[in-house]
């Protein structure tokens, strides 16, 4: 379960948990008997990534962290030490993400499917999460995102857009994301 490493470390108060429609009694079976079910809010998400952040976002406004970070449910993967270290530079540099080198040779390709530039891995990353941000900056940048009608694909992109750099820092290669079903190490 993607939250247990968080609950583990002892370093965070509140967890909002973002569910589909209609979705949050069968997220709450699936923390029965955790217990660290009482400590978790359910909030229900929006029609995008972006979105379901956002109102996640709002749902902590009253409580008025400092920091917040935000991690996708389908990485569930992700260590204890890379939850320190990302919210250690966080409050070091008001945000930080991990990410890792791609594996594969990166390539921009046409509208017609033909090759049109083969990119340079060295400054290249892919990012991961959870990423760290100081709350009332990623919350304000994620305000303004929500009216400029652009699609942002994670948190450090709309904290770019509207507040600033963002450091990077190593991430893990067993941080993987669950897209595909062998991403769980099942057959194709």
């Avoid at 108060?13 to 997220?27: K, L, Q, R």
């Avoid at 970070?69 to 993400?97: F, M, Q």
């Avoid at 017609?112 to 900056?137: E, M, W």
Wanted: net charge negative; aromatic share 10%; with cysteine.
């Amino acid at each position: 379960m993607a939250i247990t490493p968080f609950v583990e470390t002892g370093l965070f108060s509140n967890f909002v948990v973002t569910v589909p429609p209609g979705g949050e009694e069968a997220a709450r079976r699936s923390l029965v008997g955790t217990g660290f079910e009482e400590m978790i809010i359910f909030q229900e998400g929006g029609e995008t990534r972006q979105h379901s952040v956002f109102k996640g976002l709002l749902v902590l406004e009253s409580r008025k962290p400092e920091y917040v970070l935000i991690h996708d449910g389908a990485r569930p993967w992700v260590t204890r030490e890379l939850i320190v270290e990302v919210l250690k530079k966080s409050e070091e540099y008001n945000a930080c993400i991990p990410v890792v080198p791609p594996l594969d040779a990166i390539k921009t390709v046409d509208e017609s499917g033909f090759i049109v530039s083969h990119l340079d891995r060295k400054n290249i990353r892919c990012a991961q999460t959870p990423q760290g941000f100081r709350y009332r900056d990623i919350l304000e940048a994620h305000r303004k995102a929500s009216t400029d009608g652009k699609e942002y694909p994670d948190d450090s992109e709309v904290y770019c857009t509207y507040c600033g750099r963002v450091a990077a820092i190593s991430g893990d290669p067993a941080n993987r994301k669950i897209t595909f079903v062998f991403d769980l190490g099942g057959a194709r």
